[in-house]
């Protein structure tokens, strides 16, 4: 579904993404990162991640155009092969990768894949937020090589239907401004601890159909049905907001008019949900705070209790302080 559409007809439309400046900024860099067939994108790779294989001065760039988005997978995948059969370097611009998330395909376009002159493939994300010294912002780096890890789990259910199955890299490279001018620089990142954890994570997902099989018959999530009967649609599908969701998903601020509704403490983020245990309001943990309810022996409880007393004890002295 279109969440963008979803988010709008249910009066709470998604407020994030990159501004026009900042998307034209980065479709700018990477055009000239791939410039002249990608010549300074594979010394890049080369230097960086295979420093004793032949110079790239000459590499095939295969053309992955087809319809639709399946098509463009099965194009991606037969130039793969047709790559490591040809041997030598190779530089795919765009492709696009499937990965099964919850039963469902997901289509992937990764911004560049290399294949080396040994067969091996690797990821390239080329950023548009700077290196500063040989280093870059460090929330930055990890929401890139959290991307590149499903890229990278993408490409090896492309490689294990392969005889034999070619190398997909662990070490992506990571391309980035370098201090505050336009020229390229990059570095290898081990994504071997994300791609593990992204695993796992795919692992354990409901499938969308059991998801679907829960929902009462009839349930529609188009966008142009009465907003009365879309919320209610949207309301069957169960959710847990966080304020994370904010900069990731377009319905984030519908869940958390929903959250708040319910008073529910998971709005005030899953860090603040963990250390409260069982107490699921912000009802509930004021009552247990005060003493109304809760049980004396749970750690959390006698925690609230605890920090009520200290807060009540540091109010009483200020009020002394200033009213003697």
């Known amino acids: 579904m279109d969440k963008t559409a979803l988010a709008g007809a249910l009066g709470s439309p998604a407020a994030f993404g990159q501004s026009q400046f900042a998307l034209t900024r980065g479709n700018a860099f990477e055009a000239k990162v791939?410039?002249?067939?990608?010549?300074?994108?594979?010394?890049?790779?080369?230097?960086?991640?295979?420093?004793?294989?032949?110079?790239?001065?000459?590499?095939?760039?295969?053309?992955?155009?087809?319809?639709?988005?399946?098509?463009?997978?099965?194009r991606t995948a037969l130039a793969l092969r047709e790559a490591?059969?040809?041997?030598?370097?190779?530089?795919?611009d765009h492709p696009m990768l499937a990965l099964e998330v919850a039963g469902s395909p997901a289509f992937l376009e990764p911004d560049?894949?290399?294949?080396?002159?040994?067969?091996?493939?690797?990821?390239?994300?080329?950023?548009?937020?700077?290196?500063?010294?040989?280093?870059?912002?460090?929330?930055?780096?990890?929401?890139?090589?959290?991307?590149?890890?499903?890229?990278?789990?993408?490409?090896?259910?492309?490689?294990?239907?392969?005889?034999?199955?070619?190398?997909?890299?662990?070490?992506v490279l990571l391309v980035c401004p370098k201090d505050f001018a336009n020229l390229p620089t990059a570095a290898a990142v081990d994504v071997r601890k994300q791609r593990a954890v992204t695993a796992r994570q795919l692992a354990r997902l409901t499938r969308v159909q059991d998801i679907a099989d829960a929902l009462p018959a009839g349930t529609c999530f188009a966008p142009d049905l009465p907003k009365e009967q879309l919320t209610a649609a949207v309301d069957a599908v169960p959710a847990t907001y966080a304020p994370e969701c904010l900069s990731a998903c377009?319905?984030?601020?519908?869940?958390?008019?929903?959250?708040?509704?319910?008073?529910?403490?998971?709005a005030l983020g899953r860090a603040a949900r963990a250390e409260l245990g069982g107490l699921s309001t912000v009802e509930e943990v004021l009552s247990a705070a005060r003493g109304e309810s809760g049980d004396p022996a749970d750690p959390a409880v006698a925690a609230l209790r605890r920090a009520a007393a200290l807060r009540a004890e540091a109010l009483s002295g200020t009020r002394e302080a200033v009213c003697p």
């Open 112 to 171: 560049a894949v290399v294949v080396h002159p040994d067969g091996s493939w690797t990821v390239v994300e080329i950023k548009s937020f700077p290196m500063l010294d040989g280093s870059a912002d460090p929330a930055k780096v990890g929401a890139a090589t959290r991307q590149a890890a499903v890229y990278v789990l993408a490409l090896e259910e492309v490689a294990a239907r392969l005889t034999p199955a070619p190398r997909v890299r662990h070490d």
């Open 250 to 266: 377009e319905l984030a601020f519908h869940c958390r008019q929903r959250s708040r509704a319910a008073d529910e403490v998971t």
């Open 84 to 92: 490591v059969e040809a041997g030598g370097w190779a530089l795919f």
């Open 34 to 74: 791939k410039a002249d067939g990608g010549a300074e994108l594979l010394r890049l790779v080369r230097t960086h991640l295979d420093p004793g294989a032949e110079p790239a001065e000459r590499a095939a760039v295969p053309d992955l155009s087809a319809i639709g988005p399946e098509g463009r997978t099965a």
